[in-house]
């Protein structure tokens, strides 16, 4: 066996094959309408986004093989995203592939700051390159990119509609007036002092106003309050804080005044409310003071007493925003 070492030479790179749009003015001509008419396609489906979203009620159902009946309104607005967002991307792709310069650079590794004639180079060569990418020589791409983005643009502006109204000031307000009888939860049964036990607990909710049947989702959300009773001993509350309270039953929000989740969880025997979300745990005795975790603030208190009927009812509204601390308000 021969001892030497036979050294293998680099072949370097393999030889660079031009694209058949580099060679062929035809082929070039045929891309470039491809590449326009992908650009099109992507503005149609903007389109169709936008016309579904206004004149396709969101009741209209149609029949589609394999799918079913399917929701007109939003298969229009899936569709022509998908279609708008698909095409522009693969326009892009395909004039980048077949259209922009294809030349092979070799770069030596150098330090990470160039010399200043250098780097006045590079955005020399830069600029070269912006204007070899034939957006000056290819009107029709640069007309059919220019109307993909532009219809484009509009898909986030013309949805943010569905996000409502401006709130106002209708986040520090709840359905809590003085005289709303608290209900149960489900089941919308109004409450007496009796119906609770000593250490028991029950979620409530305002009673409907007359002539409505049903509570909104944001409603539900902001008017939750839990009731929970204690032996009157108990409470280590000041004079106005006490006579917010009925025979040992007090109130609270039961939205964390830290980040708006629901405080689920009472510890009977220490009479602490937690937060399941983040564990910030209040203090029933002291008016749901926060005594761990991340709550800036009490939970709301709400006024209760019994009306003519012995029925718990609200003494007032609640006299601060329910909620987490985005408003700003610290204990």
Known sequence: ???????????????????????????????ERQVAILFMLSALGTLLLIFSYFFISEETFIFIPVLGQTNAHQLGLGMGM?????CIGAGLIHWAKTLMPDEEVVAQRHEFRSEDEDRSDFVKTVKEGAASAGLGRRPLIKRTLGAALGLSALSPLILLRDLGPLPGDELSK????????????????????EDLEVGAVAQTLPELPA????????????????????????????AERLSWTHEGI???????????CAVALYEQQTKHLLCPCHQSTFDV????????????????????????????VAQAPFNEPVGPSFWERSS
Request: proline share 8%; glycine share 6%.
């Open 250 to 260: 007090i109130a609270f929000s039961k939205i964390c005044s830290h980040m708006g």
């Open 82 to 86: 998908a279609i708008a967002l698909f």
């Open 285 to 312: 005795t002291r008016a749901a003071k926060v005594i761990f975790g991340p709550a800036a603030r009490p939970l709301p208190q709400l006024a209760i007493t019994v009306d003519a009927d012995g029925y718990l």
């Open 1 to 31: 066996m021969s001892n030497e070492i036979e050294l293998i030479k680099d072949p370097g790179l393999p030889a660079h094959v031009h694209r058949q749009a580099d060679i062929d003015p035809v082929a070039a001509a045929r891309a």
């Open 174 to 193: 709840t359905s809590w007036k003085a005289g709303t009888r608290l209900v149960t939860d489900p089941g919308d049964r109004p409450l007496r002092p």
């Open 211 to 238: 002539g409505e049947d049903h509570r909104s989702l944001a409603d539900i959300g902001k008017d939750a309050v839990l009731l929970i009773r204690l032996r009157p001993e108990e409470f280590n509350l000041d």
